[in-house]
Structure formats: C-alpha cells, structure tokens
C-alpha cells in the first residue's frame, strides 16, 4: 500500500528516473574499433561558410554547398539508389542530383517551382528517355507470326 500511496506522492518519478537515464553519456566504442560495413557513424563538419565536408569509414570527403552533402549522404545510405533534393530560401529554387554510380550532377538553379519539378522528371525519367533497342531476339515474334 505504501508503494502505491508513493506512487501518487510523486507521479512524476518515474519520469525523473527516466530522463536521469538519458543525462548518462552513451557508451563510446574505443577508438579504431571495427563496425560492420556501412554501420559506422558518419561525421558531417560545417565549416560555416556554406561548405561542409563528410567522414566515414575515415574517408573525408568535401562538398561545396547543403544539397551536394546530402545528396551524398543519401547516396551513402542507399548506393543503388538516384537521389534528387531541392530547396526553396523564399527566393531561389535550387536542386542537386547524384546517380546511382555515384556521379553528382552540378547544383542548379531554377526560376520557379515548375522549371524545378521538370528538372527533376527528366533526372527519374532518363531511362525512359534513352532510345530502346530494337530489332532484339526479345522483341521479335515468336514463330514468324
């Protein structure tokens, strides 16, 4: 009965325990310990300036504005993967693109929101895009016909 009773006394205990919990600092893996590959922490400095440089595995690698580095971080995460991110500052519409290989296209500007959205159909549509093959075994009818 007590128990319950403290319980009422001080609801908010629990809460303080939880949250005394989270001032602990987290377990810091000793320096040059091995993650599994691509679990490793990835490191992203901004130098202030607008520029920005990302460490992972060791590798440093810098990027000349926000949407070259997260591009690149999406990329990091999902290689296999075309990845397009754009901004609007209230005047400006900007986009940043990288394919799947790996390859950045430059940071663009865009007049409006609609100039925007056609550059980025263009950069998930480029396969489409790409003549077809014809005249292929695949394409041709089976049995003469």
Do not use: C, W, Y
């Not at 319950?4 to 320096?31: C, H, I, T, V, Y």
């Not at 992203?44 to 607008?50: A, K, L, Y």
């Not at 998930?124 to 790409?130: C, H, K, M, T, W």
């Amino acid at each position: 009965m007590a128990m319950g009773l403290n319980k009422l006394a001080n609801p908010m205990g629990k809460m303080q325990d939880s949250m005394s919990k989270m001032r602990e600092p987290a377990e810091k893996k000793p320096e040059g310990e091995e993650h599994e590959e691509g679990k490793s922490p990835m490191e992203i400095h901004d130098h202030g300036d607008g520029t920005f440089h990302t460490i992972k595995d060791g590798k440093q690698e810098e990027h000349p504005d926000l949407l070259h580095m997260t591009t690149h971080v999406a990329h990091v995460h999902e290689p296999e993967s075309k990845h397009f991110h754009a901004k609007h500052d209230g005047f400006e519409h900007e986009s940043h693109a990288i394919h799947e290989d790996g390859q950045h296209e430059e940071t663009k500007q865009h007049p409006d929101a609609e100039e925007l959205g056609e550059h980025m159909k263009q950069f998930f549509d480029e396969e489409a895009q790409e003549p077809k093959e014809t005249g292929s075994e695949e394409s041709a009818p089976l049995g003469g016909m």
